[in-house]
């Protein structure tokens, strides 16, 4: 169920992993109880960005780990169900079980005859019903797998709002009860409530406002390091208290814009961004961009403005704040141009009358 799995050789995203060490030691210990947990947390609040880097870590202890983000699968396709089984199988040490498998489900479409001449709908009955048989075969295939595999799967959620809904469940209980070998994490926006209860769960809630700057002081003064992770186990003590010393002194003189005198600056807009991590990227995008022609005090200004008119009565209303506020992102971009635009006048204006003279 899915299409080609992510390999993440180094684990990294374009994302600093900063503030989640004591996330990630619960995770462990829930690794250590459960075989299945599921990961929940609001939408962009760092699901994905935490479970590359577990997935990561996990991988440089020597485990064997698949990793799967659903994001840009065509769901309705059955060949991306076929390569995904092929995948899981590729990780095991069953190759006889695999050749038993696609005696059973020739081809690279697990559909029935119907689906060829209804177009592959995804609501089709048959389709899900040939689904379920296929992956109840893989299961009874990689249940005596002798391996120790971990399964990250990403981005869950459009399989859960489709009508694969049941076929994705049951594959996840079919494999947390039989296959004794094989762990599974998986991301979602919103809990499974139809889920076991002996499944471990995590929510990733907002982070602390000093995280938030990190992120911002990463994006704007060290932009080349801005993929880094704090909690990199093979990192020498001396780069850890590297990054422990400059998480405690990020204003300096030195610095383009983590000065002591922006510091009321930074700190509001690391406010602002009220616990999200993208936030604080796009935030430290913005300063440095267009060779850094926004100073902290007008990004502060324009996310104050925008954030006021996105919360505001007339524009949102009580059953549409949730819509309202997916995106608040895009009126700091529009208000940044207005900006961007003026000071580009005035300059080409002022260039206008020194060539004149």
Known sequence: MGAEVSKYS?????????GRENDMKMVRELLQKYKTIGIYGMHEIGKSRFLVELFRNMNKSGAICLMKDFELDDITSSYVHYKWFHDLFSYTDLQTKWTDFKIKFPGE???????KRCGNKLSCESKKSCLEQAANAAIESVKSCKKQIMIFLDNVDKIIDSDLKDCLLHFIHELNEKCPKIKLVFCSNNEVKCLHKSYGRLVLGALAERSILKLIYLTTECPDDVSTSEYDDNVSNDKNAQNNETAENLFKQENQYFTPENKVYMDKIATLCEGHPLAAIISG??????????????LMEILTEARLEVLGQDHCPPDHRLDACETPLQKVKSVYRVIFNEKRIASEGILGDSSAL
């Open 109 to 115: 479409n697990i559909v029935c005859d119907i689906c």
């Open 10 to 18: 180094d684990g990294s995203l374009d994302l600093a992993f900063v």
């Open 285 to 298: 995008s913005l300063l440095t961009e267009d060779e850094g022609i926004l100073t902290p005090e007008e």
